[in-house]
């Protein structure tokens, strides 16, 4: 079994009526649960053009019952989950010796300037201080 790394986050009240926002928002039906029909026009009103294949393997990584659609407590774990990950031991260590290899930094420690280099050539365009 692999060791998680356990930071102490919780889903707060303002997340959870948040997240209870967006699915209302997507649950046009009002039926309590969304469709992956829902999910794709979701996820286009806050401007992420998912293919119906993409959405496809959203609603399968969700769904826990495994009834082709999302229910609230679904929809709200795996929000959780992207606010506050879980990695293993393996990955963090991983994580810090990709910078250990080329900062001068303490062991366990990464330089500002390495941070920026790392975002910046991984995909983030802009940063601000």
Not at 118 to 126: D, H, Q, R, V
């Amino acid at each position: 079994m692999t060791s998680l790394v356990n930071i102490k986050c919780t889903t707060s009240r303002e997340q959870l009526a948040e997240f209870r926002e967006m699915f209302n928002l997507a649950d046009k039906d009002k039926n309590g649960s969304i469709s992956k029909e829902q999910l794709g026009d979701l996820l286009r009103t806050i401007g992420i053009n998912a293919s119906e294949e993409e959405i496809s393997m959203m609603v399968g990584e969700i769904d826990d019952d495994i009834n082709g659609r999302i229910g609230f407590d679904e929809f709200a774990a795996a929000m959780s989950k992207r606010i506050c990950p879980n990695y293993s031991i393996t990955q963090v260590n991983d994580a810090f010796r990709m910078f250990q290899e080329e900062t001068e930094a303490p062991q366990g420690h990464i330089t500002y300037d390495d941070l920026v280099k790392a975002l910046t050539e991984n995909g983030t365009k802009t940063l601000t201080e």
